[in-house]
Structure formats: C-alpha cells, structure tokens
C-alpha cells in the first residue's frame, strides 16, 4: 500500500489549505485513515482520524472546530480541510492508515496504523 500527501504550502494565519492522501495498491475503504503532525524538535503528534465507516470521526483538541476530515472512497483519497490556520500549526503533515477495528480511544496512537506516506510541509507566518 502506498500513501501519498500532497496539499501543503506557506499560507498567513487565518488562511485555509487542503491536504490530500491518495492511497494506492490496496482496498481503500477497508482503512481507517489518520493524520498526523510533526513540527521542528517536536514529536510526531495526531490530528485526525476517520473510520472506513462514515461518522466515525477524532481529532485532537488542538484542532477541533478548525480541521475536517474526510474521505473518497471513489477515488482512493482522505483529505483534511485546515481552516483559520495558525502559526502553531506549522509541521510536517502525515497521513496514515489502518486496516484493524475502529477504536476511537485508540485512534490517536501511531502504532496503530500499518500504512504511512511521506509528509507535506504546512508552514503558517504569523
């Protein structure tokens, strides 16, 4: 299975940007997918996770009301809508996917996912 993220770029604060993870070589709606972040001298952290069933969304605290993630099973891609962006948001953009059972308490957890594709940078100027 191979993951690829696109979308990311140098925007002001407040602007909005679309990450895109189009997925290839695997059954697409058979994965939960997931988002992740890394900034500079940072840990990689969670930002969303969707199942391959529809209303089973998380997100981190940090990005609630700001982000949404969705999902095209017809064309084997997740996005993620970042709206009102803010300098803090600046990282490394990750997505990620797994083919276990939904567990919202575990979705955060990067262990969990079997699947990862190589980062986008998002870059906020305050």
């Known amino acids: 299975v191979q993951l690829q993220a696109s979308g990311g770029g140098l925007v002001q604060a407040g602007a909005s940007l679309r990450l895109t993870c189009a997925v290839s070589g695997g059954t697409f709606a058979k994965y939960n997918m997931g988002w992740f972040r890394q900034a500079p001298g940072k840990e990689r952290e969670f930002v969303a996770a969707l199942g391959r069933s529809a209303g089973f969304m998380k997100y981190a605290d940090s990005v609630k009301g700001r982000f949404t993630i969705s999902r095209d099973n017809a064309k084997n891609t997740v996005h993620l809508q970042m709206d009102n962006l803010k300098a803090e948001d600046t990282a490394e953009y990750y997505c990620?996917?797994?083919?276990?059972?939904?567990?919202?308490?575990?979705?955060?957890?990067?262990?969990?996912?079997?699947?990862w594709g190589q980062g986008t940078q998002v870059t906020v100027s305050s």
């Open positions: 990620a996917a797994d083919d276990g059972v939904w567990n919202p308490s575990r979705m955060w957890r990067q262990l969990l996912y079997d699947h």
